[in-house]
């Protein structure tokens, strides 16, 4: 009895063991393969550095938009650093600025890397708004790409007016161009959230200087109103203090 108890427990922790490949029957392709776009908000600390990655196939759109919304600190320097690099290393493309697009077809398939560097603030911390994501114009399933193959040969000699192949079309083009509406419409609220920002703090930096400029008027006033009582002031003459010419 010992030994089917023994041997139970040996195969149980055998089979039963941690799975390295959750998807072992799927493909990279598979897995990963469709359009997906994400919009959200980073906060770089002064002089810091933060870097996302994010994946693509050979051929397809990666596009990147970015805008910095505000700058804490005392030099206010809006400049933001921003590097693409391809799964090999290799750099892509770069820009230095305060908001700016990255756009290019994908030449190789792997994890794409964005770097945002805060280095023009020493001291200063800054949010920036991200919005990047790769969509895919002649998506196809790679399980069914050897009958689709067999089919358009097939269907070369004929001139057929397939309505379910109309209507498939015409769905993909709708979905491809409310994909890029939403993606303009991020654009547009990125740049919205950036210009509420701007005015939240010309807001407060006009309150404290208009507080500042009314006290320093006042105390002003104040002290010139001292200044001009002190010349009139009625001293009284006795015999050992009198007035001199």
């Known amino acids: 009895m010992l030994c089917f108890y023994l041997v139970f427990v040996f195969l149980g922790s055998v089979n039963c063991g941690p799975q390295t490949s959750p998807h072992g029957n799927i493909t990279d392709q598979e897995l990963l393969w469709g359009a997906d776009q994400y919009d959200f908000s980073v906060v770089l600390p002064a002089a810091g550095t933060e870097c996302i990655w994010h994946f693509a196939h050979f051929g397809e759109r990666f596009y990147l938009h970015f805008m910095v919304q505000w700058v804490t600190g005392v030099g206010h320097d809006r400049h933001l650093s921003v590097t693409v690099n391809a799964p090999s290393g290799l750099v892509v493309s770069s820009v230095d600025d305060a908001k700016g697009q990255i756009n290019f077809d994908a030449k190789e398939t792997g994890f794409y890397q964005m770097c945002f560097s805060n280095f023009h603030n020493r001291f200063n911390t800054m949010q920036v708004f ?116």
């Not at 193959?149 to 192949?165: C, G, Q, Y």
């Not at 993909?172 to 920002?197: I, N, P």
């Not at 010349?231 to 003459?237: P, R």
């Open 130 to 245: 991200l919005s990047f994501g790769v969509y895919y114009d002649n998506y196809q399933d790679p399980s069914k790409r050897m009958e689709e193959e067999k089919k358009k040969k097939e269907e070369i000699s004929k001139d057929l007016n397939n309505t379910l192949s109309i209507i498939e079309g015409s769905t993909h083009k709708v979905e491809k161009y409310v994909f890029h509406m939403f993606r303009y419409y991020g654009f547009g609220r990125m740049r919205k959230s950036a210009d509420f920002f701007l005015l939240l703090s010309n807001s407060q930096y006009i309150t404290w200087w208009s507080a500042a400029l009314s006290l320093l008027i006042v105390t002003c006033g104040y002290l010139q109103l001292l200044f001009l009582k002190s010349l009139f002031v009625d001293k009284t003459c006795t015999e050992d203090k009198r007035p001199r010419c």
